[in-house]
């Protein structure tokens, strides 16, 4: 699976009941490929979207990111 290294740019939370998953602005993140989403978590289409690989997997829209550097091809 290609994976890329991304910053945040902007701070970004999810929340689904109890459990709270949060962006930091400026910290790097794993992501895959855009558009890899429906495909690796088993989910919808959405335009635009990666996954980020931390304590969760999830799907968010790439606008959060900025300075793409593949890490794995």
């Known amino acids: 699976?290609?994976?890329?290294?991304?910053?945040?740019?902007?701070?970004?939370?999810?929340?689904?009941?109890?459990?709270?998953w949060k962006l930091v602005r400026g910290q790097e993140y794993i992501t895959s490929a855009v558009g890899e989403a429906p495909r690796i978590l088993e989910i919808e289409p959405r335009d635009e979207h990666v996954v980020v690989?931390?304590?969760?997997?999830v799907s968010v829209p790439v606008s959060l990111f900025t300075g793409e550097v593949e890490f794995t091809k």
Not at 3 to 14: E, G, H, Q, S
Not at 53 to 57: I, S
């Open 53 to 57: 690989m931390d304590k969760y997997w």
């Open 1 to 20: 699976m290609q994976t890329f290294k991304r910053i945040c740019i902007k701070d970004y939370v999810l929340r689904d009941g109890s459990l709270e």
